[in-house]
């Protein structure tokens, strides 16, 4: 069972960054598969961003395309999700997981979180 910590959220302003960072416990790290999930006040928790483990394939959804980028280092057991252009709508409680997945090309059409961390939060204010 690989154990995660969420790190970097907090409170921004519309159209700010923040970088939100994810380190893993064990020596299995690059193996895994790694996603960041949201969950909104009263929403589901939702996927957001997908790195595979050797980090040749990244995956997002549509709404933060061009906005999000999801990296990981190996070396240091950390993957991290830079948030650009932050919106109101971006809201929520951030976790990162293991993941086990299946796309097509660039979009993901199945994902299931295995090992999850606690989540941070982020609150961008409009």
């Known amino acids: 069972q690989v154990q995660l910590v969420e790190s970097g959220g907090g409170l921004v302003q519309a159209g700010g960054s923040l970088r939100l960072s994810c380190v893993a416990s064990g020596r299995t790290f690059s193996i895994h598969a790694m996603g960041w999930f949201r969950q909104a006040p009263g929403k589901e928790r939702d996927f957001v961003a997908g790195?595979?483990?050797?980090?040749?394939?990244?995956y997002y959804i549509d709404s933060v395309k061009g906005r999000f980028t999801i990296s990981r280092d190996n070396g240091k057991n950390t993957v991290y999700l830079q948030m650009n252009r932050l919106k109101s709508e971006d809201t929520a409680v951030y976790y990162c997981a293991t993941i086990s997945y299946t796309a097509v090309g660039d979009i993901v059409t199945e994902v299931r979180g295995n090992s999850w961390g606690q989540g941070t939060q982020v609150t961008v204010s409009s």
């Open positions: 790195i595979n483990g050797n980090a040749i394939s990244t």
